[in-house]
């Protein structure tokens, strides 16, 4: 199985920061990563798939990037918003998989 | 959108069956999983059932326990639930990924299974 490391487990920043979140996973899995955003009680939210494409609806200050085995998501200017778990997940190859989540906070 | 529903409490070894129903798509275009959120923890993908219901995959978690269907005449996939145990315990989602892709958009908004004696 194809594991997915996510660093930090969690970070706090405060409004109008940049955050960057990385994922690595365990062998090549081209650009096949996907980023979401999930709220207490709320599904998770499709912001990012194949690495850098962004979701429509999605806000532009999220973006993606990377290949292979390693790749980051990216938040430009911090909104009240955006603090929430951050979770990759390979869409590579089965059994599919996500990275443990990273909980972004406010400071 | 999709709607999960058939959640509840459950007795260790027992079953339960879960639905997900979908519109405002043409849903046998579409291929479907399942994905469960224990309590407090992360996402784990369980289920993929192709849009024709021809390929099918599960998590070696539950393989050999659950069995994924769906019915594109009723627009809504399924998920029988077997041999249930405490760790099966989770918040279980239904959600869409594209023909040849496995992003998931969207996703119901999920039906609690707990397993308790």
């Known amino acids: 199985d194809i594991q997915m490391t996510q660093s930090p487990s969690s970070v706090s920043a405060s409004v109008g920061d940049r955050v960057t979140i990385t994922c690595r996973a365990s062998?090549?899995?081209?650009?096949?990563v996907a980023w979401y955003q999930q709220k207490p009680g709320k599904a998770p939210k499709l912001l990012i798939f194949?690495?850098?494409n962004l979701q429509s609806g999605v806000s532009s200050r999220f973006s993606g990037s990377g290949s292979g085995t390693d790749f980051t998501l990216t938040i430009s200017s911090l909104q009240p918003e955006d603090f929430a778990t951050y979770y990759c997940?390979?869409?590579?190859?089965?059994?599919?998989?996500f990275g443990q989540g990273t909980r972004l906070e406010i400071k | 959108q999709l709607v999960e529903s058939g959640g509840g409490s459950v007795q260790p070894g027992g079953s339960r069956r879960l639905s997900c129903g979908a519109s405002?798509?043409?849903?046998?275009?579409?291929?479907m999983n399942w994905v469960r959120q224990a309590p407090g923890k992360g996402l784990e993908w369980i289920s993929y059932?192709?849009?024709?219901?021809?390929?099918?995959y599960y998590a070696d978690s539950v393989k050999g326990r659950f069995t994924i269907s769906r019915d594109n005449a009723k627009n809504s996939l399924y998920l029988q639930m077997n041999s249930l145990r405490a760790e099966d315990t989770a918040l279980y989602f239904c959600?869409?990924?594209?023909?040849?892709?496995?992003?998931?958009?969207?996703w119901g908004q999920g039906t609690l299974v707990t397993v308790s004696s």
């Open positions: 959600a869409r990924s594209p023909k040849g892709g496995h992003s998931y958009y969207p």
């Open positions: 405002g798509f043409e849903f046998d275009n579409f291929e």
């Open positions: 059932i192709s849009s024709s219901g021809n390929t099918i």
């Open positions: 062998q090549d899995i081209r650009k096949w």
């Open positions: 194949a690495a850098s």
């Open positions: 997940q390979q869409a590579n190859s089965f059994p599919i998989t």
